[in-house]
T-cell receptor
Framework: AQTVTQSQPEMSVQEAETVTLSCTYDTSESDYYLFWYKQPPSRQMILVIR??????QNATENRFSVNFQKAAKSFSLKISDSQLGDAAMYFCAYGAGAGSYQLTFGKGTKLSVIP | NAGVTQTPKFRILKIGQSMTLQCAQDMNHNYMYWYRQDPGMGLKLIYYSVGAGITDKGEVPNGYNVSRSTTEDFPLRLELAAPSQTSVYFC??????????????FGNGTRLTVT
């Protein structure tokens, strides 16, 4: 079974600084997708960024980028120029490429942004 | 667009009571899902549906039932509520398989407490 591990239960960052959230996963599949979801205090789950395993290029979305290391099974999220609105729980998630309807989520990292 | 709408937002049940969590989406998505989020944990899949009339179990289906009579609606039924079902419940939808290149659209969740 696939597992997703987020080893940092909580992190903090100064406003305007950069922070990196870690995620590792375990799979025997070669085709899969990885996601970062944000959950602010409003509770809604919002997709931040996604990465296809077959793509070597790291995904970027404005201030958010990932460092995808397929051999190491690592998928970290970098947030640049942190803003107060970035404060939230961040969940890393894994989805198999075929034959599965389920996303496997990590336990989350709570990010605080210090003004 | 309303997206995915869940009702109620909060509910307190006594042990042994039953209730239905409602979920509706207006995006004409074929795939719909129910997840639960326990404190300090990631989301776990309860049930999913690939279209009207078709449902299947996820990772943690015990104690729940679902039906999908229309594309729009995917209610989750709790029979004989137990304290272990205290959780936040999320409904989600996607146009294609969630495990593929198809992001989940989440509702705002229902916080359920069973005492």
């Amino acid at each position: 079974a696939q597992t997703v591990t987020q080893s940092q239960p909580e992190m903090s960052v100064q406003e305007a600084e950069t922070v990196t959230l870690s995620c590792t996963y375990d799979t025997s599949e070669s085709d899969y997708y990885l996601f970062w979801y944000k959950q602010p205090p409003s509770r809604q789950m919002i997709l931040v960024i996604r990465q296809e395993a077959y793509k070597q290029q790291n995904a970027t979305e404005n201030r958010f980028s990932v460092n995808f290391q397929k051999a190491a099974k690592s998928f970290s999220l970098k947030i640049s120029d942190s803003q107060l609105g970035d404060a939230a729980m961040y969940f890393c998630a894994y989805g198999a490429g075929a034959g599965s309807y389920q996303l496997t989520f990590g336990k989350g990292t709570k990010l605080s942004v210090i003004p | 667009n309303a997206g995915v709408t869940q009702t109620p937002k909060f509910r307190i049940l006594k042990i042994g009571q039953s209730m239905t969590l409602q979920c509706a989406q207006d995006m004409n998505h074929n795939y719909m899902y129910w997840y639960r989020q326990d404190p300090g944990m990631g989301l776990k899949l309860i049930y999913y549906s690939v279209g009207a009339g078709i449902t299947d179990k996820g990772e943690v289906p015990n104690g729940y039932n679902v039906s999908r009579s229309t594309t729009e609606d995917f209610p989750l039924r709790l029979e004989l509520a137990a304290p272990s079902q205290t959780s936040v419940y999320f409904c989600a939808s996607s146009p294609y398989r969630a495990s593929g290149n198809s992001p989940l659209h989440f509702g705002n969740g229902t916080r359920l407490t069973v005492t």
